[in-house]
């Protein structure tokens, strides 16, 4: 066998692997660190975004908007059980009058049980004609209240989607020590490779035609302390140091990939869009009591 092209083939082969696998790393690495930073200063911008989100929130006519919606929906129903004698449950005239989805409809169902025994034909009130406080207040009041509708609505929309985005960064910065642990494997294993599959082979070259291969303390001695073995260890323990260097960064990364605990928190908190008003919070209970009713019929 030709010693020279043996060692000299597995030289290559594993220089060449080192070289690939070395560049990528560094670059993972270097990249990775700068991931890390901006996403620290997200956690800034969304809590700040979200603190501004709930703000226009409170800026919002919400109870006002409720209230002339419930006297509107309200005095329909009792037009309609006055006109029509038509008597549902509470919860049907609460799906078929589409009150306003941010009310809180435990005290909607209150008032339209309310109308239903005030109105129907055995009750003091219709015997004595009562049909309830007008609450038309002109054209005006309509375009206010389509005004504000919209308002909210467009404010909805946009806190959802920040919603998604929040929950979208949570999944992220929750993976994020499984990537620096593969890293830091990745790492160890190009150095390994880089000591055994280079260094190593290249010191038994040149080899004589006497060669043969053995493994001896004192054969290692005078290569270490021959011109060859000077300069392996030099290449040696510069490429060791640069993957040290990005060893230790990654390490790091990783020890402090847990981001500050009470701004995660806060992120979590703000991506549930129950969490910015009650009103809000009225919306998504009123969705799924509509869904969960829509199915059962």
Known sequence: MDWNWFF????????????????????KVINSQAEYNSRE???????????????????????????????EKLKKIRNNIRDRKEILSCEEYYIKYNFSIYDDRNQ????????????TPDSNYYNAGYSGASVDG?????????????????LKVEIIDHTRLLKDFLIQIRGE??????????????LILFLIGVIYPLSFLPVGN???????????????FSIKGFMLFIVGFIFSAIMIVFLVI????????????????????????????????????NMNFIEEYSQAD
């Open 250 to 285: 990654n390490i790091k990364l990783n020890l402090k990939v847990d981001f500050d605990e009470d701004k995660v928190n806060k992120v979590e908190i703000y991506s549930d869009i129950k969490n910015y008003s009650p009103y809000l919070k009225n919306l998504i209970d």
């Open 210 to 224: 006497s060669f043969s291969l053995s493994f001896s303390f004192e054969n290692m001695i005078n290569i270490l």
């Open 138 to 154: 002109g054209s005006q009041l309509n375009q206010n209240i389509i005004d504000e509708e919209e308002a909210i609505n467009k």
């Open 108 to 119: 909607i169902l209150k008032d339209i049980e309310n109308i239903i025994r005030e109105t």
């Open 177 to 190: 020590s499984k990537k620096y642990n593969l890293l830091t494997y990745s790492i160890i294993s190009n």
């Open 41 to 71: 200063n997200k956690i800034d911008n969304f809590i700040n975004k979200s603190l501004f989100l709930k703000n226009k929130v409170e800026d919002r006519y919400f109870s006002w908007y409720n209230e002339r919606k419930r006297e």
């Open 8 to 27: 000299s083939s597995i030289a290559q082969c594993s220089s060449a692997i080192v070289g690939i696998f070395g560049a990528f790393i560094i670059t």
